[in-house]
């Protein structure tokens, strides 16, 4: 977390053209998301594991938003045609989440509350999972057709690794408590997470 961290913050001390202010926008979201399914699942069955994801994901949630102070310091929040487009999909994409969520009931029982919704697990992991890959899919999109995205390397490297590390911590959760609705949410919005990396990865290599 902290070298991860660490080096895309010196990267925005250094120079913030070409960053995707809603990858930094909608990464809160997810980690906000994700903090609450860990505080859910160590609320229903408190233990060292679900604790130590609720600690982890409190130190994203810091991370995101050191690099929001340094950009707001520098003066260097801007705005173009990709974020427009990201925050769009967001919206549509949380928007399908609610649709779905109330249509099918998603074991809330028939046309659930907003309110209920927002608690239920699965419709969290929708949400984090939309708000990690939409930025990550678009930044490989800028990449590949030529548009300049900054990320420092080590940034995109060991983020393989954090995401890894934060999905094998939920997994061993589930081993120790057993089957857990907010755990698994954790699981497969993490999981979406290392697949639209992956896919942003192979095209910063190959560019």
């Not at 990201?86 to 249509?103: D, E, G, H, K, P």
């Not at 939920?170 to 919005?189: D, E, P, Q």
């Amino acid at each position: 977390m902290v070298v991860f961290g660490t080096a895309q913050l010196f990267e925005l001390a250094e120079s913030t053209q070409g960053t995707s202010v809603t990858w930094i926008l909608l990464w809160q979201g997810f980690v906000v998301v994700n903090l609450l399914l860990a505080v859910q699942a160590n609320r229903e069955k408190p233990n060292r594991e679900n604790s130590r994801l609720v600690f982890t994901y409190i130190g994203w949630t810091l991370v995101g938003l050191s690099w929001f102070a340094v950009m707001l310091v520098k003066g260097t929040l801007s705005w173009n045609q990709y974020d427009t487009f990201n925050i769009s999909l967001a919206i549509v994409c949380t928007a399908a989440t609610f649709v779905q969520a109330r249509r099918k009931g998603w074991h809330m029982g028939a046309m659930p509350t907003i309110r209920a919704m927002l608690g239920d697990p699965w419709v969290r992991a929708c949400l984090a999972l939309a708000y990690k890959s939409v930025p990550q899919i678009t930044m490989a999109v800028q990449l590949f057709v030529g548009v300049p995205v900054l990320v420092a390397g080590l940034t995109v490297l060991i983020g393989h690794v954090t995401v890894l590390l934060r999905f094998a911590q939920a997994f061993l959760a589930i081993r120790k408590v057993g089957f857990n609705r907010n755990l698994v949410a954790i699981l497969i919005s993490e999981g979406g997470n290392e697949l639209s990396w992956l896919a942003f990865t192979l095209v910063w290599l190959y560019t």
